[in-house]
Antibody, heavy 120, light 110 residues
Framework: EVQMVESGGGLVKPGGSLRLSCAAS????????MNWVRQAPGKGLEWVSS????????YYADSVKGRFTISRDNAKNSLYLQMNSLRAEDTAVYYC?????????????WGQGTLVTVSS | QSVLTQPPSASGTPGQRVIISCSGS????????VYWYQQLPGTAPKLLIY???QRPSGVPDRFSGSKSGTSASLAISGLRSEDEADYYC???????????FGGGTKLTVL
């Protein structure tokens, strides 16, 4: 069974840092592109970042470029998001999502999400 | 302001057919595939449609997608109460080199 479990969320002050993790299981992690998608309270989905299978290609939303860094460890079946210089508007539930395979660029499996709250 | 434009709300009665639209531009829908997601209250999104009109395994054929030019649509036929959810369209956008989502449409089954 495909599973992805995010962790690392919490309360952080503006300007602070946080590192999110996503532990994947039930599939060949190294064969799939991975993404982070966030959802602010009561708002819609916002794509944050993606990384290809060998970490050569990384993409970021303009809203987080220069502050967030996506990475992965295929040996540990894990995806990460290092978030620096956090702002109030980064407050959201952060989901990791698998991309690729049969559904091509679709995100076919999602984690349950981890809440990041940026507040003083 | 989302790059892809969806109506904020839609509604229908059980058994009806509802269509949700998604409008974009040449840098996204006009040249890229469209994906649709369903998000039930309090849960993670679920992929409904990939590559404009393909259904992942397990998605009922009541759900269908289409694309024409810079617009796409999701049709739900035989509406059921359990279809009440938020629906999002998404596509890659060459102008921002990133994925973009629509603002979401909240579907109410009356």
């Amino acid at each position: 069974e495909v599973q992805m479990v995010e962790s690392g969320g919490g309360l952080v002050k503006p300007g602070g840092s946080l590192r999110l993790s996503c532990a994947a299981s039930g599939f060949t992690f190294s064969s799939y592109r991975m993404n982070w998608v966030r959802q602010a309270p009561g708002k819609g989905l916002e794509w944050v970042s993606s990384i290809n299978t060998n970490s050569k290609y990384k993409y970021y939303a303009d809203s987080v470029k220069g502050r967030f860094t996506i990475s992965r460890d295929n040996a540990k079946n894990s995806l990460y998001l290092q978030m620096n210089s956090l702002r109030a508007e980064d407050t959201a539930v952060y989901y990791c999502a698998r991309e690729g395979g049969v559904v091509e660029e679709g995100f076919d499996y999602w984690g349950q999400g981890t809440l990041v709250t940026v507040s003083s | 302001q989302s790059v892809l434009t969806q109506p904020p709300s839609a509604s229908g009665t059980p058994g009806q057919r509802v269509i949700i639209s998604c409008s974009g531009s040449s840098s996204n829908i006009g040249s890229k595939d469209v994906y649709w997601y369903q998000q039930l209250p309090g849960t993670a999104p679920k992929l409904l449609i990939y590559r404009n009109n393909q259904r992942p395994s397990g998605v009922p054929d009541r759900f269908s997608g289409s694309k024409s030019g810079t617009s796409a649509s999701l049709a739900i036929s035989g509406l059921r109460s359990e279809d009440e959810a938020d629906y999002y369209c998404a596509a890659w956008d060459d102008s921002v080199s990133g994925r973009v989502f629509g603002g979401g449409t909240k579907l109410t089954v009356l």
